[in-house]
Each structure stands twice: as structure tokens, then as C-alpha cells.
T-cell receptor, first 110, second 114 residues
Framework: GENVEQHPSTLSVQEGDSAVIKCTYS??????FPWYKQELGKRPQLIID?????GEKKDQRIAVTLNKTAKHFSLHITETQPEDSAVYFC?????????FGTGTRLTVIP | NAGVMQNPRHLVRRRGQEARLRCSPM?????VYWYRQLPEEGLKFMVY????????ESGMPKERFSAEFPKEGPSILRIQQVVRGDSAAYFC????????????FGPGTRLTVL
């Protein structure tokens, strides 16, 4: 089955700096890669996703890149703000579900 | 358009009791997924259902756990004879028909087993 690895597990940045979170996956058949943001005690919220026929996608301050050959994808957050502090999860499609990374706790220091 | 609904939000059970968790998908969604999240960990797939059908239960423990999504009413995840290790947050997600991949999560049920 699919195996998704995510790094780093924790990340602290100064407000206004950029944050990058990286994930790798193992199953070359995976074709959909969403990113979720989860605040403490809340539900995971889909913030951006990318499909395998696209190399990059951007939505305001967040962007995702995908390298199918190397089987890795990354989340980029620019101009970070304190409200970006949360746990971020990457995921990749399996046959019938999503396989999640272990999460990155992002702390934005004001 | 209401999002995915789950209830109860918090559930406390003693060891050996049964836990029933309910999930109502978003309007128009016909696919339901259940995930379990242990503290400080990621989400682990348990089961994928469509109306009246279990499509994939490869992530579900073989004993004590069962799931259903009846023709009418919410999807239910049932845990019999709960043990302390069942304490976790259980999230339900739904996705639209035609196997579109986007999944939208409910608020979760936090199960505590005493």
C-alpha cells in the first residue's frame, strides 16, 4: 500500500517568513495530493490540493509543488501569520482512501 | 449547505461498553470514510462506505469494530466492548459522487474510555 512520509515534524518561523513542508510517497499510481490544516481540537480542513497532471498550484499565500518522477510534493506558505500556526498534514490517494503523513506542527512566532 | 456532521462530539465510555458514532455526509455526497486519530498522530484510514455497501474495510480492526451506511440515516461506526486503547478522535469524511477525490471532514468524535 501507499506510504507517505512528512518532514519536518515541527517547524518554527518568524512572522513574515516562509515555511516549507515536504512529503514523499511510494505508490506511483497515486494521482491526488491534498494538504490539510488542523487546529487544536478541530477538524482537518482542506487548504489546497494538486493532481498528478499538474506540477504546481498556487492560492494566495500557499502553493504546492509536485514532482512525480521523484515522488515528492511540498507545501509552501509565504508571508506567514500567527493564524497559520497549526498542524499540517499531507496525503496521497490510495485505492479507496487517503494515506496521511504524520503531520508538521507549524508555529509562527509574532 | 451544511458540512459533514458528527455526533456526539465527545463520548465517554467505561471498558466493556459499546460506543456508537454517527456521521451525516455533506448534502449530495454519497461516499463516507472513517479515520482514527490518536493524540499527536496522523489520521489512519479505517473504512470506506457507500449507501448500503462497505467498499473497503482494510483499515478496520477485525474484532469489535463495525460500520454501516444504511439507505436512510447516518453512517454509524460501532465499537463493541471498548478498551482504553480505543480512546482517540474518530473523524468521518465525505466526498461527492463519481469518485471525485476531495474529502471533507466532520468535526470528529472524541472517545474517551475510562
Amino acid at each position: 500500500g501507499e506510504n507517505v512520509e512528512q518532514h519536518p515534524s515541527t517547524l518554527s518561523v518568524q512572522e513574515g517568513d516562509s515555511a516549507v513542508i515536504k512529503c514523499t510517497y511510494s505508490d506511483s499510481a497515486s494521482n491526488y495530493f491534498p494538504w490539510y490544516k488542523q487546529e487544536l481540537g478541530k477538524r482537518p480542513q482542506l487548504i489546497i490540493d494538486i493532481r498528478s497532471n499538474v506540477g504546481e498550484k498556487k492560492d494566495q499565500r500557499i502553493a504546492v509543488t509536485l514532482n512525480k518522477t521523484a515522488k515528492h510534493f511540498s507545501l509552501h506558505i509565504t508571508e506567514t501569520q500567527p493564524e497559520d500556526s497549526a498542524v499540517y498534514f499531507c496525503a496521497a490517494t490510495g485505492a479507496n482512501n487517503l494515506f496521511f503523513g504524520t503531520g508538521t506542527r507549524l508555529t509562527v512566532i509574532p | 449547505n451544511a458540512g459533514v456532521m458528527q455526533n456526539p462530539r465527545h463520548l465517554v465510555r467505561r471498558r466493556g461498553q459499546e460506543a456508537r458514532l454517527r456521521c451525516s455526509p455533506m448534502k449530495g455526497h454519497s461516499h463516507v470514510y472513517w479515520y482514527r486519530q490518536l493524540p499527536e498522530e496522523g489520521l489512519k484510514f479505517m473504512v470506506y462506505l457507500q449507501k448500503e455497501n462497505i467498499i473497503d474495510e482494510s483499515g478496520m480492526p477485525k474484532e469489535r469494530f463495525s460500520a454501516e451506511f444504511p439507505k436512510e440515516g447516518p453512517s454509524i461506526l460501532r465499537i463493541q466492548q471498548v478498551v482504553r486503547g480505543d480512546s482517540a478522535a474518530y473523524f468521518c469524511a465525505s466526498s461527492p459522487p463519481l469518485r471525485q477525490p476531495e474529502q471533507f471532514f466532520g468535526p470528529g468524535t472524541r472517545l474517551t474510555v475510562l
